[in-house]
């Protein structure tokens, strides 16, 4: 956390940031709950609404929080406690965060301190600690190229789903949202899901996280015709990533999936044969070939890659608040930025999101490891002063990772 005289700066950059430039608002805006999180501050404010897009930024001027939420849901009272605000309904959201997503990156730039006795690690952050146990740990998580675009890829898949699974329109119905920090949000706003209630909400979460999908029930019989690459929905999903799973994994990979060695080498010595057979629709053909055993993992494995991680509780949660686009990240000094569904593949949110430019500021650096930022890298560092680029120094700052010098 940084200190008092670090915080007063990023607070005024903040509000110089509001009180330059117009601020976005989430459709009927005075439906919505916002909740806010001062610099400083563990506690949210909450239960306050706006009437117009003016009062909004006025607020955030003023205010010049670290964290700007909003709600998903629609009420007829945003400002009254939670069982007297009456909910209308509520955008289904999807949020993909790089915590949830494990990527080798993670071993180099974050960190864990066991609360206990000390002892430290790198990577993530484990259940228990290794030497006595304890469960509670300090955190120090950094965001990398690789790890957003481990981020930007799961959210790609999600949109294909929504899209060509369910319909949505990526222009009209969906909103892809970089959140500040190390992941993206994803809203659906169509009358066709507003109302939805938790259970409903659930059986999209279990689809698109693959669950309960059996191979047999999706062509996978000994008296299946035909099971084509170019079918829709889970049914011809599943082959397509049946088919890539079996093209690109090593023999290691098909151990991990459960596999005994013997199983896993025989199938590398059938792979085109099998790829074949997969290719021609021929799932009866390919039973012949292998156990319905090793199928059934072989299938499970192939589901993993192509299901998306999303946070099973922010789609379910009826009343969920969601980062405010165009604010900022209090912990990156970066833009919760909107992106357009056809720009996500170009997008690069540690460039494109960078809300300070020009002029540079003298910092003590603690310690931070090597990390990118406006499209130049830095670090790693490790007790240094040095004068660097504004937007450098910022995100340093946020990150309690630097102090002012002068």
Request: net charge negative; proline share 5%.
């Amino acid at each position: 956390m940084a200190a008092e005289r670090e915080l007063q700066f990023i607070s005024e950059r903040f509000r110089e940031f509001y009180a330059e430039r117009g601020i976005e608002t989430p459709r009927e805006m005075e439906r919505r709950e916002f909740g806010f999180i001062p610099f400083g501050a563990k506690m949210m404010f909450r239960h306050i609404s706006f009437s117009t897009p003016e009062a909004l930024r006025r607020y955030l001027i003023e205010n010049a929080p670290a964290h700007a939420y909003y709600s998903s849901a629609y009420y007829e009272n945003p400002e009254a406690e939670m069982e007297r605000k009456g909910w209308l309904g509520a955008d289904l959201i999807f949020d993909i965060d790089a915590d949830h997503i494990e990527t080798p990156c993670k071993a180099e730039h974050d960190r864990w301190r066991c609360k206990d006795c000390g002892f430290e690690g790198r990577g993530e952050t484990p259940e228990r600690c290794p030497r006595c146990g304890g469960t509670s740990f300090e955190e120090e998580k950094w965001i990398c190229p690789r790890c957003l675009e481990a981020a930007r890829h799961e959210a790609q898949k999600l949109l294909d789903i929504l899209i060509s699974d369910f319909g949505f329109s990526p222009r009209e119905e969906l909103e892809v949202n970089f959140t500040g920090h190390r992941g993206y949000h994803i809203h659906v706003s169509s009358p066709n899901i507003r109302e939805l209630d938790q259970p409903a909400r659930r059986e999209i979460v279990d689809y698109i996280l693959g669950t309960g999908i059996k191979a047999e029930l999706h062509g996978f019989r000994p008296s299946a015709q035909s099971l084509t690459l170019s079918e829709g929905g889970w049914r011809g999903r599943l082959i397509r990533a049946l088919y890539d799973y079996l093209e690109e994994a090593d023999l290691k990979e098909l151990m991990d999936a459960g596999l005994s060695r013997a199983t896993a080498t025989k199938l590398m010595e059938m792979r085109e044969r099998i790829l074949r057979l997969l290719r021609e629709g021929r799932p009866g053909l390919l039973l012949r070939l292998i156990r319905r055993r090793t199928l059934d993992k072989l299938v499970e494995a192939a589901v993993g890659r192509e299901a998306s991680a999303i946070d099973t509780v922010v789609t379910t949660d009826l009343h969920r608040l969601i980062r405010l686009p165009g604010t900022l990240h209090g912990k990156t000094a970066l833009i919760a930025q909107r992106v357009s569904v056809e720009g996500l593949d170009d997008y690069d949110p540690l460039i494109e999101a960078v809300a300070f430019k020009g002029g540079s500021l003298k910092v003590y650096v603690e310690g931070a490891p090597r990390f990118s930022i406006g499209g130049a890298q830095y670090g790693p560092y490790e007790g240094e002063e040095m004068e660097m680029p504004l937007e450098a120094a910022l995100y340093l700052l946020c990150r309690g990772a630097a102090r002012l010098v002068g």
